[in-house]
Structure formats: structure tokens, C-alpha cells
């Protein structure tokens, strides 16, 4: 059980520029929290004083999460010319396309000291290609006679979390697709999980990014790829977490649009039953589940919570507290205030603010 240490009952992470909050991170021994704000990483204490920030990704940093283990916060990467993609490079002023690559970004948060240290000089930085990622990115799912781009709806990557495989005793950094909404296709109602032994051999493949001449050194597949039946959802995982408290998962999500689903925003994943063999509903390919639990009590599946929080970041600190972003903009850009919630399954929500 991890230590009680104080959290803040709300924290403001300042203003960050045109793109939002994507996720956060904590250091519960070091009493730090980390922001990801898609093309910078800020740092601050849990009095929300700064400490430093990295920047200069013209990439999308997506979900963050701190490795206990190590000291290191993890991340997804995406550099694709989809309408995201450029969004980005027009809000950084770059007209020049970048090939579509997927990484894991490694920081070495110790080092960040000051604002505006930069990913590519400062040495803060390392990445790891994730060549499967960009093989279903650029793939295709053909179903009878259509031919659907984007193997699964694969958009990329953007839930990231260590943890347990449910059911294990198998600690894994786990990598979620992000998956394209598009209500009229209908091999996009699964999550997708790569499970990486990354504690290992990652430090082999994570190398310095160069966004000009970009690496391709990562392993050839991940050591499992798991499959969850949500529904349809928006993207995809945005952020995924283990909770040590209930041994449970949570994966957040901005909200399907399938009307023969209810489209909640939070998922809780089974933590305590192995991934089960199963039949892609739709490919007819033999794949491997992880199990959803129904918090609300009903039995048909996929069920959800109507929690309206964690897409843009949360933090499970392991005895039943927890940390959610909060996002917001105004006219002086964007932000997020982190509020923290203590759990109660006798609510509906399950989750309600500390007062």
C-alpha cells in the first residue's frame, strides 16, 4: 500500500498554450505531477509551484504515466498527417509534412529543471518506434467486398499505463490504438492493447528523436496484443490507468456515437481475470480479451460509468483517492485545474470530490 501522502484537494496548472491538457502523471514519492499539453511536458510540485517544461514536439503527446520502477514518465507519441496531425503543425506555424510515425516517449524527468528545455537537445527525451502501430495505421480492414482504411480504425496511439496484465502477476507498459469514431464502419468497436515487457530491453531500442530525420529503432511486435469490446468510442482509449486499490483498470474515452450503444465516458477493466480467447466480432479472427466490468450492475456488456472525467488525465494514488483533469480554456489558453476524488461505488459515478 503506497504511502498517504498529502494530495491536493485542486491544483491549476497554469496556462499552456493553444492545445489542451492530454494527460497527467504523478510522482507520489518525489511530489511532483506532470502535464502533458500534446506538444509539451510540464512539471510542477503538488503546490502547483512550476519547476520546468519540455517542448519542441511537433508530435501529439498524447496520455502520460510515471514509472514507479524507474522515475520515468512515459508517453504516446504520433506524428501523422491526418486532420490531427496537421492541426498541430498549423498551430506551430509548419507547413511541412512529417512521415506518420508512432513512438513511446521516455523523459527523464529528473533532469527537468527550468521551462523551455527542448526534447531533441537537452537529452531529457528518448523514444521507442512502435512498428505495429503504423502497419495498422496504414493497413486496412476489408470486410466482404468493402475496404475499410485503417486496419481496426487504427488512429494512432494515445492511452498509456504500467500495470498488472489482469489476472497476472505480469507488470507490462500497456499502449492503446487510438480508434477513428466513424459510425458507419464496424470493426472499430474493439480497443486495442499492446502489452510491452518494456522493464527488459527497451533501453536498446529508445534512442534520441530527431524530428527532421526520424529513427526507426524499436521492437519488431509487442509480447501480447489484446482486444476490449467497448463499443464505439471517439479515438480510443485517451487515458488508461491501474488503480493497486480495487485491481481494477480504467480506461477513459471521449464518448462513442453508435446509437445501439450507450457510449459511456469511463470504462473499468476486470483486473482479476485473465485475458480470455475469443473471435473478433466482425474479422472473424481468434483474438485475446480483456474483460469489462459492468459497474452499474447490469450484466449485458460493454457497460460503463458516466463519470465525465479522465479523458484529458487521471491518477489512481492507490488507496482510494484520485486525481482527475479537469480541462478548460479561456482567453489566456488553455489549462487544466486537477480535483481529487475519493471512491464510493455506491454512487453511480463511483467517484466524488474530496471536500
Same mark, same amino acid.
Given at each position: 500500500?503506497?504511502?498517504?501522502? *498529502?494530495? *491536493?484537494?485542486?491544483?491549476?496548472?497554469?496556462?499552456?498554450?493553444?492545445?489542451?491538457?492530454? /494527460?497527467?502523471?504523478?510522482?507520489?514519492?518525489? %511530489?511532483?505531477?506532470?502535464?502533458?499539453?500534446?506538444?509539451?511536458?510540464?512539471?510542477?510540485?503538488? @503546490?502547483?509551484?512550476?519547476?520546468?517544461?519540455?517542448?519542441?514536439?511537433?508530435?501529439?503527446?498524447?496520455?502520460?504515466?510515471?514509472?514507479?520502477?524507474?522515475?520515468?514518465?512515459? %508517453?504516446?507519441?504520433?506524428?501523422? $498527417?491526418? !486532420?490531427? /496531425?496537421?492541426?498541430?503543425?498549423?498551430?506551430? $506555424?509548419?507547413?511541412?509534412?512529417?512521415?506518420?510515425?508512432?513512438?513511446?516517449? &521516455?523523459?527523464?524527468?529528473? !533532469? &527537468?529543471? !527550468?521551462?523551455?528545455?527542448?526534447?531533441?537537445?537537452?537529452?531529457?527525451? !528518448?523514444?521507442?518506434?512502435?512498428?505495429? #502501430?503504423?502497419?495498422?495505421?496504414?493497413?486496412?480492414?476489408?470486410?466482404?467486398? #468493402?475496404?475499410? *482504411?485503417?486496419?481496426?480504425?487504427?488512429?494512432? &496511439?494515445?492511452?498509456?499505463?504500467?500495470?498488472?496484465?489482469?489476472?497476472?502477476?505480469?507488470?507490462?507498459?500497456?499502449?492503446?490504438?487510438?480508434?477513428?469514431?466513424?459510425?458507419?464502419?464496424?470493426? $472499430?468497436?474493439?480497443? &486495442?492493447?499492446?502489452?510491452?515487457? @518494456?522493464?527488459?530491453?527497451?533501453?536498446?531500442?529508445?534512442?534520441?528523436? $530527431?524530428?527532421?530525420?526520424?529513427?526507426?529503432?524499436?521492437?519488431?511486435?509487442?509480447?501480447?496484443?489484446?482486444?476490449?469490446?467497448?463499443?464505439?468510442?471517439?479515438?480510443?482509449?485517451?487515458?488508461?490507468?491501474?488503480? @493497486?486499490?480495487?485491481?481494477?483498470?480504467?480506461?477513459?474515452?471521449?464518448?462513442?456515437?453508435? *446509437?445501439?450503444?450507450?457510449?459511456?465516458?469511463?470504462? #473499468?477493466?476486470?483486473?482479476? +481475470?485473465?485475458?480470455?480467447?475469443?473471435?473478433?466480432?466482425? +474479422?472473424?479472427?481468434?483474438?485475446?480479451?480483456?474483460?469489462?466490468?459492468? =459497474?452499474?450492475?447490469?450484466?449485458?456488456? =460493454? /457497460?460503463?460509468?458516466?463519470?465525465?472525467?479522465?479523458?484529458?488525465?487521471?491518477?489512481?494514488?492507490?488507496?482510494?483517492?484520485?486525481?482527475?483533469?479537469?480541462?478548460?480554456?479561456?482567453?489566456?489558453?488553455?489549462?487544466?485545474?486537477?480535483?481529487?476524488?475519493?471512491?464510493?461505488?455506491?454512487?453511480?459515478?463511483?467517484?466524488?470530490?474530496?471536500?
Amino acid at each position: 500500500m503506497p504511502s498517504l501522502r *498529502p494530495l *491536493p484537494k485542486t491544483l491549476f496548472s497554469g496556462y499552456q498554450g493553444n492545445n489542451h491538457c492530454q /494527460g497527467i502523471a504523478v510522482d507520489p514519492k518525489g %511530489g511532483f505531477i506532470y502535464y502533458s499539453f500534446t506538444t509539451r511536458l510540464v512539471k510542477t510540485d503538488l @503546490a502547483g509551484h512550476p519547476v520546468g517544461s519540455v517542448e519542441g514536439l511537433c508530435g501529439h503527446l498524447g496520455c502520460i504515466d510515471f514509472n514507479e520502477r524507474d522515475g520515468r514518465v512515459y %508517453g504516446s507519441l504520433e506524428y501523422k $498527417n491526418d !486532420r490531427i /496531425g496537421k492541426s498541430i503543425l498549423q498551430k506551430l $506555424n509548419r507547413s511541412d509534412p512529417v512521415p506518420d510515425a508512432f513512438y513511446c516517449a &521516455i523523459f527523464d524527468v529528473d !533532469r &527537468i529543471d !527550468r521551462p523551455g528545455m527542448q526534447a531533441e537537445s537537452d537529452g531529457i527525451m !528518448r523514444a521507442v518506434y512502435l512498428k505495429e #502501430v503504423v502497419q495498422d495505421y496504414n493497413g486496412e480492414t476489408v470486410i466482404g467486398k #468493402v475496404r475499410y *482504411p485503417h486496419r481496426y480504425g487504427c488512429s494512432g &496511439i494515445d492511452g498509456t499505463g504500467w500495470g498488472p496484465v489482469p489476472g497476472t502477476d505480469r507488470y507490462r507498459l500497456h499502449i492503446c490504438y487510438g480508434i477513428y469514431g466513424e459510425p458507419e464502419r464496424p470493426d $472499430n468497436d474493439y480497443q &486495442i492493447i499492446l502489452s510491452y515487457d @518494456a522493464e527488459e530491453f527497451w533501453d536498446r531500442y529508445a534512442q534520441p528523436l $530527431n524530428q527532421e530525420a526520424m529513427h526507426r529503432s524499436g521492437p519488431e511486435k509487442c509480447e501480447a496484443r489484446y482486444f476490449l469490446y467497448t463499443g464505439n468510442t471517439t479515438y480510443g482509449v485517451q487515458n488508461l490507468e491501474y488503480d @493497486a486499490y480495487t485491481g481494477n483498470w480504467f480506461a477513459a474515452v471521449y464518448p462513442g456515437r453508435k *446509437p445501439k450503444f450507450e457510449n459511456p465516458p469511463l470504462f #473499468v477493466i476486470d483486473g482479476k +481475470t485473465p485475458p480470455v480467447s475469443g473471435v473478433h466480432s466482425f +474479422t472473424g479472427e481468434s483474438i485475446l480479451q480483456w474483460t469489462l466490468l459492468a =459497474p452499474d450492475g447490469k450484466k449485458e456488456s =460493454p /457497460g460503463g460509468l458516466f463519470f465525465p472525467h479522465g479523458s484529458t488525465g487521471m491518477y489512481a494514488a492507490g488507496d482510494g483517492r484520485y486525481l482527475f483533469s479537469e480541462a478548460g480554456h479561456d482567453a489566456s489558453g488553455q489549462f487544466t485545474r486537477v480535483r481529487l476524488y475519493h471512491l464510493d461505488p455506491t454512487d453511480k459515478n463511483w467517484f466524488l470530490p474530496v471536500s
